[in-house]
């Protein structure tokens, strides 16, 4: 491979390279001996940051025509918008700090809830304008192009309730010292992080933060003192004879729940391979579900960042035939998030979710796309009341203003959670079945349905359960507040639920959303 890219310079037969991000990187020196007349970037949201090696390699490259494919231009705010239009047509947009006065704080503002009325005529004017100057060379497809030729898709968000473990370990660490520092702002961001990735942790599996105490203490050379200030006591929380080794699905909600999700689909799918792909962000995790699929014999292959890229299209191929003995499909969102088709899978399954709503997107696009040929389930499985709630809200939050600017969404009465709503990650809902369905000031209670008065505009307080042909919820527009309102809304103790893999799990669950799109699909 390393002589390829001599090989492209010393004859005349090629006159197209065909490179990835990271051979570019390694043959930088001599790529830019060349003069190239166009270049394409795949996947270029990757170059979001002005200031990383790849985006900076490219720009020096000798080729004034540039052409960036990208599904997700805006993954988490304006300016990763910004680098984006300034690499394939730079100064359209001014510079940094300009862009920033005139479309980026004005549109941000205006879609705050405590815009006044002329903010909001401001931020809707200056998105327009964003939207018009740069629609003079973006060509938008959104997957509502091919929505009509796949097969119907079953979405749903399970808010799972936490453990008593679970609890009394949540309830320990936002006491610390540390997390106390954080809300009153007196320490740094990496600290933040810190306490994040700890009840992260929790949240998937308390087995997860058992070994990262126990690796902790056993590091008597390391730095990060505010970590083993965040763990102090932690430890006597657990049982006597608590170990990570011999971790239980009892102590885990969304582990409860991924068991009897999991021994549903087998049994309702007996007749007919059904296989299902599980996702986590993380190693550890995933570690944890690959000895949940031991113990249970379920057969499982997987995929994560330490296989070896010249085997993944291997395992990949082997997994979507309808030979492969595997069940499981076990996924790295970052390491197969991007390019795997899985379509030989029909359930898949987030256990855990990304701050950045273009990873979970990417992730569930795996199996919904062209040549699956069955319905398919997606899952998302979030543990209610937790600071993975307030992860879900701010992605719905990024997705909308993705909207606005790129797709040149409306704002509605209620689109954006406020800033006070999502700055509050340190606190446990112990009292709510899911205080997203809270903040939409719903009246459905969870467990009547109705329809909407309106068709364009559901109200705030109105009723969350719509007729396939109202409001349009099976737009793939990015999810907003006002379009969380059109999903189905079931609360754990529904009598009865119609999707017989909600039904059989419902018993771990505190809340339900539901979204169909394409029903009448053959």
Not at 301 to 319: A, C, E, K, N, Y
């Amino acid at each position: 491979q390393d002589h390829k890219v001599e090989e492209f310079i010393g004859s005349p037969l090629y006159s197209v390279m065909i490179i990835s991000y990271e051979m570019l990187l390694r043959s930088l020196d001599q790529i830019q001996a060349i003069e190239f007349n166009l270049l394409i970037c795949d996947e270029g949201h990757r170059l979001k940051n002005s200031t990383i090696k790849t985006t900076t390699a490219l720009t020096g490259l000798s080729c004034e025509r540039r052409i960036i494919l990208t599904g997700t231009p805006i993954q988490n705010d304006l300016q990763e918008f910004y680098a984006l239009i300034e690499f394939v047509n730079p100064g359209i947009l001014g510079s940094l700090s300009t862009y920033r006065k005139i479309y980026e704080e004005p549109i941000v503002r205006s879609r705050e809830p405590s815009a006044t009325k002329e903010e909001k005529e401001l931020g809707e004017k200056r998105a327009a304008e964003l939207t018009r100057l740069t629609g003079l060379f973006i060509l938008r497809r959104t997957q509502e192009v091919i929505n009509k030729f796949l097969p119907p898709k079953k979405e749903s968000i399970i808010f799972c309730q936490p453990t008593a473990l679970q609890l009394e370990l949540y309830r320990k660490l936002l006491s610390s010292r540390v997390i106390t520092s954080c809300l009153q702002g007196r320490l740094e961001n990496s600290t933040h992080l810190i306490c994040i990735g700890a009840l992260k942790k929790l949240c998937n599996h308390p087995c997860l933060l058992f070994k990262a105490i126990k690796e902790k203490s056993c590091d008597p050379v390391s730095e990060e003192h505010d970590e083993s200030s965040l763990y102090e006591g932690v430890i006597d929380v657990f049982p006597q004879n608590y170990t990570s080794d011999t971790f239980s699905e009892t102590d885990s909600g969304k582990l409860q729940v991924l068991v009897k999700l999991l021994a549903t689909i087998q049994e309702l799918n007996s007749s007919e391979r059904q296989v299902v792909v599980l996702v986590s962000n993380y190693t550890q995790t995933l570690n944890v579900l690959q000895e949940t699929c031991k113990h249970y014999g379920y057969s499982y292959t997987r995929l994560d960042g330490h296989t070896p890229v010249s085997q993944r299209q291997q395992i990949v191929d082997t997994f979507n035939s309808k030979f492969s003995p595997a069940f499981i499909f076990l996924l790295s969102s970052k390491a197969g998030g991007v390019g795997l088709n899985l379509v030989g899978a029909s359930h898949l399954i987030l256990y855990d979710i990304d701050w950045n709503p273009a990873t979970d997107i990417q992730a569930m696009a795996r199996v919904w796309r062209d040549g699956q040929k069955h319905t398919v389930h997606i899952y998302r499985l979030l543990t209610t009341g937790s600071i993975e709630e307030k992860i879900y809200q701010r992605q719905i939050s990024k997705q909308d203003l993705s909207g606005a600017v790129v797709d040149l969404s409306k704002t509605s009465e209620h689109t954006h959670f406020s800033i006070e709503e999502l700055k509050n990650l340190f606190t446990l809902h112990e009292d709510s079945s899911c205080v997203t369905h809270d903040l939409l000031d719903c009246d459905c209670k969870g467990n009547t349905d109705h329809q909407s008065t309106s068709s364009e505009k559901p109200p705030v307080s109105g009723s969350c359960q719509l007729e396939p042909n109202h409001g349009k919820p099976n737009s793939k527009k990015p999810l907003s507040m006002s379009q969380l309102m059109q999903w189905k809304h079931f609360s754990g103790q529904h009598q009865t639920l119609a999707d017989p893999f909600l039904e059989r799990i419902k018993e771990n669950v505190s809340f339900i959303f539901q979204n169909v799109t394409n029903p009448t699909s053959p």
